[in-house]
């Protein structure tokens, strides 16, 4: 199982930012598919979840309204589309499967919000 997350860096309040996560090793179309993040001296925290099929996704309050989680199954690819970011959204991102109750991530990718 692989996970690699894509598409992080450096935006100012109020931009957006597309985040990606490529599978791979399992059959990435019956699994259910979540992002999380851990910004500095903080707990890592979930952000959002889509179902396999992509047709029920929650997400956390904190990102409500703003950021938008979808997949695609013929890519094998999870995104996060993140919308109005704001400063205190700054954290490394990371995308979770749970495969036979194992959590597999991947490395993270870092999304920084400044002026």
């Known amino acids: 199982v692989q996970l690699v997350e894509s598409g992080g860096g450096l935006v100012q309040p109020g931009g957006s930012l597309r985040l990606s996560c490529a599978a791979s090793?399992?059959?990435?179309?019956?699994?259910?598919m979540n992002w999380y993040r851990q910004a500095p001296g903080k707990e890592r925290e979930w952000v959002a979840g889509?179902?396999?099929?992509?047709?029920?996704?929650n997400y956390a309050d904190s990102v409500k309204g703003r950021f938008t989680i979808s997949r695609d199954n013929a890519k094998n690819t999870v995104y996060l589309q993140m919308n109005s970011l704001k400063p205190e959204d700054t954290a490394v991102y990371y995308c979770?499967?749970?495969?036979?109750?194992?959590?597999?991530w991947g490395q993270g990718t870092q999304v920084t919000v400044s002026a």
């Open positions: 889509i179902n396999s099929a992509g047709g029920s996704t």
């Open positions: 090793g399992f059959t990435f179309s019956r699994y259910a």
């Open positions: 979770k499967a749970v495969i036979r109750s194992y959590d597999y």
